[in-house]
């Protein structure tokens, strides 16, 4: 059964400070990997995608990596802003037919002044 | 290019009613995911249609819940004799095509609350 665990499931920071969210999936055959925020009362947006030959892959202060042997992905963030506040959430697709992403259950973060 | 709309944004229902939650995914995008919401809980896959196809259902309720994607207008997702355990924001994602490798566009969501 296909499955995409995070941790942890909800984290407060100071503004300004780094943290790091976890992501470990069990999805095959696996196609790739997404990190989504999900701001409150709204859809998720994409923040980065990764295949399985890439390690990491930035957006801005958003770094995202991927150790495909050990099914493993992390998101850090940077110099974290108000703005960040949000649920962060990891997607996995599998490369078959039918519904292809699992979503793991995402970590809330809140970052306070 | 207004993105995935879904409307109405909030329903509310009262036990035994129907409700009906439209999606109109992102212009040229022919595939569609609906998505079911339970507060503080992650998202979980309903249903994935292409035009005027159901490819893979097997995350919708057997009964009371059904979807639809026509040649023509947004996809509907339609929830017979609602319950308050219906209570919940269903999300609607579209992609251009089925390998995904394109990105999945959500939209903004529809808060069914049953009263």
């Known amino acids: 059964k296909n499955q995409v665990e995070q941790s942890p499931q909800s984290l407060i920071i100071l503004e300004g400070k780094n943290c790091t969210l976890q992501?470990?999936?069990?999805?095959?055959?696996?196609?790739?990997l997404r990190w989504y925020k999900q701001d409150t009362g709204r859809g998720p947006v994409s923040l980065t995608i990764?295949?399985?030959?890439?390690n990491t892959k930035s957006n801005g202060r958003y770094t995202a990596t991927l150790d495909a042997d050990t099914k493993q992905s992390s998101l850090h963030i940077t110099a974290s802003q108000l703005s960040d506040s949000a649920s962060y959430i990891c997607?996995?697709?599998?490369?078959?037919?039918?519904?292809?992403?699992?979503f793991g259950g995402g970590t809330r973060l809140m970052v306070k002044p | 290019n207004a993105g995935v709309m879904q409307n109405p944004r909030h329903l509310v229902r009262r036990r035994g009613q129907e409700a009906r939650l439209r999606c109109s995914p992102m212009?040229?995008?022919?595939?569609v995911y609906w998505y079911r919401q339970l507060p503080e809980e992650g998202l979980k896959f309903m249903v994935y249609?292409?035009?005027?196809?159901?490819?893979?259902e097997s995350g919708m309720p057997k009964e009371r819940f059904s979807a639809e994607f026509p040649k023509e207008g947004p996809s509907i997702l339609r929830i017979q004799q609602v319950v308050r355990g219906d209570s919940a924001a269903y999300f609607c994602?579209?992609?251009?095509?089925?390998?995904?490798?394109?990105?999945?566009?959500f939209g903004s969501g529809t808060r069914l609350t049953v009263v």
């Open positions: 990764m295949t399985f030959s890439e």
């Open positions: 992501c470990n999936y069990t999805v095959s055959p696996f196609s790739n």
């Open positions: 212009k040229g995008h022919s595939h």
């Open positions: 997607v996995v697709s599998a490369n078959n037919a039918g519904n292809m992403l699992t």
């Open positions: 994602a579209s992609s251009p095509d089925s390998t995904g490798i394109y990105g999945y566009t």
């Open positions: 249609l292409q035009k005027e196809n159901i490819i893979d």
